[in-house]
């Protein structure tokens, strides 16, 4: 299999994971990326979930016929504080993180994201401080650490894309 390079920046620009886009199906994702290290469902909510480490692709059944019609509709890593956080399971997948990386405050991003020239606002939800793109991706930053110890400057802590009008 050839080097795959997962952009991260194309999530916030272009609402994608690397070649992987919203309205490919399973079978596509595996195709491009390889078989997840783990997948899950719930027909209740139509839709199946595929994890590579701590980056998860949604997919969704828009039909919502309890058939096998699942399409991607999301992307999400809720775990940028873990160590190793940004390494991709299958051989030949890189992910190139663009700006995020571990320990990344907010105040760091914001600025390194305005010197880029992208667009975004900014919504609190509970502890979290999300940074929300034009597209609707967002990348949260959080005030604790994972000992649920308190930081003074919000850090990294996840990053989404949910295409627009779709839930998980």
Known sequence: MPKIYLHLKDLFTKGQFGPVKPGMTMEEVEALIGEPHWSGENREKDFMHYAYNDFEIFFHNFLDDHTDDYVVNAFQNDHLQHEGAFQFPNPGIII?????????????????????????????????????????????????????????????????????????
């Open 96 to 168: 190139k993180p663009w700006i995020l990386k571990k320990g990344l405050g907010i105040e760091e991003a914001k600025r390194l994201i305005s010197e880029e020239g992208l667009v975004f606002g900014e919504r609190k939800v509970y502890d979290i401080t999300f940074l929300i793109f034009e597209n609707g991706s967002q990348i949260g930053f959080l005030p604790l650490d994972w000992e649920r110890e308190a930081r003074e400057e919000p850090l990294l802590y996840s990053l989404g894309y949910y295409y627009p009008g779709t839930h998980i």
